[in-house]
């Protein structure tokens, strides 16, 4: 199968790679998927005062297509409330990296991770 | 040197120039089917798969009548499996086979069941070898069929294809063998192994693709049920007009292995070994899967812990191998080859296989070494399994979400 | 050495052989590996499925590749009767190819009832006895569309219709017929249709079945998914692409074709009943391909009749190709009513693309001498 650009450009230049101390209160930390299904995504964000999530960073296990998800979601929360956060879809994010039907669970993983993550910090406050 | 390298040579391999050198004319104007005994174009045609038949005969030992052509090794697994299973249901229904094989023949199988016979898929040893003890014991005296693979596709071990020949004879029973990646490259005698069905490929070992044999035993005479019928070609086991191009390919690529096997399994493991211990020096957390001894030279197989095969290929994209992950495959499960050695999913979906092959090089090796080892570099940094690992925990005790 | 047996094999066209080596060469990968290598064969493969469905006005995902004709007959017997559970009827003809009636035969041992209609002197075949034929049990009719050994159309519209209205699934064996009469999958009214490559300027080795969208096949070669499950096996990319390209050239020149192959066999057959008054053309007053005579010169053996035409250099056949070195009877012949000395004096010419008008008449010229000199050493024998 061969890759559309826009998962090209994510893969080869990944956007904000790495983790936040997840100690922090104003981290809230995503993990989703499992090592035996081949996919495991770490989104984490980090929540100004003013409710809105100023930075994000991700690690993730898995193929072209779930590196470049998780990728352009860091991008898109980036200046979001949480509210708005919440309101990504996955097909969304398929549609952007114009994803095949095989990897759209690719997508999902990326919508549950950012759920997760502000659940996580909601929970610390 | 030039990119993309290709290292798949279990997948396919590029037809030798050489072959396909003296393919080209039986095309064109040698152009005759081999079939048509009223002129000299049928004629013509005719002795050139008279000489294929025996170039592939030779290469593994046989009689030029024992050899039936056919489309290729899928094609050859479902004639042996099938073909002996119908003709001797009276006698046994059982067949034995091991968890590792092609799917040509597990499929087969598969679908005997659905008629009425009974399979035992025996589970390999964690090295992919079959247990011998094993496979004795699981003989009953409704046995008509052993089919073992020579080599593996994936993880490239070889089983002792002498033994088990030696045990079939002892108990009377057919011992079919998918040599697919074994013909060719590795000394194939069907007398000395006792082999009485023998699967080929010409595409595995430099000869064209869509074209292969059966080798059927007629000392003592192994009989079987053809599937494909009309015309009487090869004894009636296999009808269709005969692709004398492809015949032709598949006879000059035997006689190229069985002249130059030796040299280039020497040459080819070299290279392979310069490439194992390459990456192990530079890499921490591998594991290489299946036996290390009993192997076809050009096969390595390694799982890359933390990182997943499908976005390693991507990140080495100048060299084509391929990877035990799912992801590769229309399958949605990991390798079951891998799983059958007891490889666990995760490591199984960070399983790459380097095929190498008669056209690789030293250089080309290096490139690959340089490449894999940056790249695994590069995706642990982003891997959340190894920032864990790093950190002390163990990830196989988190409780994770199946999807 | 002039070629006329163009229903046995055909050249590969030059085209196809330019077009198909770099799939030897440069793209010489396995089409379900992911990496480049595999996805430049891949490209090729879906190249040629298209070009091979708008050659018969079809849906690529209808085409099933196959190691050629005889697969492609086999495949969709016993993929209906597999899907019927071997429990039933099929209809045929008896004059369909070896191919099919041996699968009948096939299926007949594993418990599938088979009616083998006649045809008649013509060598078509008896509509009423079709609709005679068919019970409630019948899931099958396979009757072939062009017949190799004489080249008589058969009235395939008709037989569609009467499936149709009996809701019996119809194979038509369309080896001999694609790329000589245009001809689409729809024009045939069959369900599934059967094709060779090497037969017009393509490959050996490669054809396919052409099924209709909703016949869900099995599969006969099983193991590896390739075909969507429906055809096991590593694709022959080369062999496929170079059908690919042969069913590009042909669905462009293939009226044009007809007609200059028709006024070839027009010459060729007036200009021997002229020289021979007793010839006896089979078919001739019926449909028939434009590239396909076969006629008999009563008294003579066509076997003795085509070895000496080889030595004078042409190559011709007499009856079919299949099989190895048989000389018995044709079935078809037999089947239209010619057992004795005529059927054993057939002789069948088949003409190609690049046949010409001089050899043609070369061949006429060859042919009568051939045939006066075997009767005046014949005829003391035959008084």
């Not at chain 2, 040599?179 to 006792?194: E, H």
């Not at chain 3, 209609?117 to 075949?125: C, E, F, L, R």
């Not at chain 3, 299949?322 to 000389?327: D, I, K, L, N, Y």
Request: a negative charge.
């Amino acid at each position: 199968m061969a890759y559309n650009d826009k998962v090209l450009d994510h893969y080869e230049n990944p956007r904000n790679v790495g983790s936040f101390d997840k100690g922090d209160s104003n981290v809230g930390t995503g993990m989703v998927g499992a090592p035996a299904c081949g996919d495991v995504m770490k989104l984490q964000i980090k929540v100004g005062d003013d409710g809105v999530i100023n930075d994000a960073k991700f690690k993730t296990f898995g193929c072209g297509s779930a590196i470049a998800s998780s990728s352009l979601v860091t991008e898109w929360i980036k200046g979001k409330s949480l509210d708005e956060a919440l309101e990504i879809k996955n097909s969304e994010i398929a549609e952007e990296l114009a994803l095949p039907p095989v990897k759209i669970h690719c997508s999902v993983l990326a919508e549950d991770a950012i759920k997760q993550a502000i659940s996580d910090y909601k929970k610390k406050q | 040197m030039k990119l993309p390298i290709y290292m798949d040579n279990q997948a396919t391999t590029p037809v030798d120039p050489r072959v396909l050198d003296i393919m080209l004319p039986w095309f064109t104007e040698k152009f005759g089917n081999p079939a048509s005994s009223s002129h000299s174009f049928g004629w013509e045609a005719d002795t050139a798969v008279k000489k294929a038949r025996q170039q592939v005969a030779d290469l593994i030992g046989a009689d030029a009548k024992e050899i039936v052509f056919t489309s290729g090794a899928t094609e050859s697994n479902n004639i042996a499996i099938q073909g002996i299973a119908r003709f001797h249901q009276e006698r046994g229904n059982h067949i034995i086979t091991l968890v590792s094989e092609h799917k040509a023949v597990l499929d087969t199988c598969r679908h005997l069941e659905s008629e009425g016979f009974d399979v035992t898929y025996l589970p390999v040893q964690s090295n992919g070898l079959v247990d011998m003890q094993q496979l004795a014991d699981a003989i009953t005296d409704k046995t008509v069929l052993i089919s073992i693979m020579a080599a593996n596709n994936e993880i490239g071990v070889i089983q002792p294809l002498a033994e088990i020949g030696a045990l079939c004879r002892e108990r009377k029973i057919y011992f079919h063998t998918d040599a697919a990646q074994a013909v060719g490259k590795l000394p194939i005698d069907v007398n000395a192994m006792k082999i009485d069905l023998l699967s080929i490929s010409g595409h595995k070992f430099y000869g064209p693709k869509g074209v292969g044999a059966l080798y059927v035993r007629r000392r003592p005479r192994v009989r079987l049920k053809a599937i494909m019928f009309g015309g009487g070609h090869e004894r009636g086991i296999r009808s269709g007009t005969l692709p004398t191009p492809l015949l032709v390919g598949l006879g000059a690529a035997a006689e190229l292995a069985g002249q130059e096997m030796d040299s280039d399994n020497k040459r080819i493991f070299a290279l392979r070994e310069r490439m194992r211990l390459g990456i192990m020096e530079q890499l921490t957390h591998l594991e290489l899967n299946g036996d290390l001894e009993q192997r076809l030279a050009g096969n390595l197989n390694i799982s890359f812990s933390y990182v997943e095969g499908e976005s390693l290929m991507m990140a080495i994209k100048d060299v084509a191998v391929s990877s035990g992950s799912a992801c590769t495959s229309a399958s949605l499960e990991p390798s079951y080859v891998l799983r059958s050695l007891g490889v666990n999913e995760e490591m199984a979906h960070t399983s790459i296989r380097f095929g190498l092959g008669r056209f690789s090089t030293e250089e080309e090796v290096d490139f690959v070494i340089k490449t894999i080892v940056k790249a695994v570099n590069n995706l642990r940094e982003m891997s959340p399994l190894w920032e864990m690992a790093q950190e002390g925990i163990n990830i196989d005790e988190i409780e994770w979400e199946a999807h | 050495m002039i070629y006329l047996d163009h229903n046995a094999t055909s050249p590969v066209r030059l085209e196809v052989i330019d077009g198909l080596i770099p799939y030897f060469r440069d793209f010489s990968g396995n089409p379900s590996s992911v990496h480049g290598a595999g996805r430049g064969a891949r490209k090729g493969l879906d190249e040629a499925r298209r070009s091979v469905a708008k050659l018969v006005d079809v849906h690529a995902s209808q085409v099933i590749f196959t190691s050629g004709g005889t697969e492609a007959n086999n495949m969709a017997l016993m993929g209906v009767a597999s899907q019927f559970d071997f429990k039933g009827h099929i209809v045929t003809s008896s004059i369909e190819h070896p191919s099919v009636l041996q699968m009948c035969d096939l299926l007949e041992s594993r418990g599938v009832a088979v009616t083998k209609i006649a045809v008649d002197s013509n060598g078509v075949v008896d509509l009423k006895a079709l609709s005679a034929a068919l019970t409630p049990e019948t899931f099958l009719v396979s009757i072939m569309h062009a017949n190799n050994e004489t080249g008589v159309v058969q009235p395939v519209a008709e037989i569609a219709k009467i499936c149709r209205s009996a809701k019996v699934l119809f194979h038509s064996d369309t080896v001999q017929s694609v790329a000589k009469l245009p001809l689409t999958l729809a024009g045939t009214g069959a369900d599934m249709i059967s094709i060779s490559a090497h037969k017009f300027g393509g490959p050996k080795g490669v054809g396919a079945l052409v099924v209709d969208n909703h016949l869900n096949l099995p599969g006969m070669l099983l193991g590896g998914g390739q075909e969507r499950g429906r055809r096991a096996g590593t694709e022959n990319i080369p062999g496929i692409v170079g059908f690919g390209i042969a069913a590009d050239l042909v669905a462009a020149e293939q009226g044009e074709l007809a007609g200059k192959l028709l006024a070839l066999r027009n010459q060729l057959e007036s200009k021997l009943s002229k020289a021979l008054s007793e010839l006896i053309v089979f078919g001739d007053k019926v449909e028939r391909l434009p590239n396909t005579t076969a006629f008999a010169v009563s008294g003579l053996d066509g076997e003795t009749l085509v070895m000496h035409m080889d030595m004078a250099g042409f190559a011709i056949s007499a009856g079919s190709a299949c099989g190895s070195g048989r000389t018995k009877a044709s079935h078809v012949l037999v089947a239209m009513g010619y057992e004795g000395a005529v059927g054993q004096s057939a002789v069948r010419i088949s003409l190609g693309r690049d046949s010409a008008s001089e050899e043609v008449d070369l061949f006429v010229r060859a042919f009568v001498r051939t045939v006066k000199n075997l009767q005046k050493m014949s005829a003391p024998l035959a008084i």
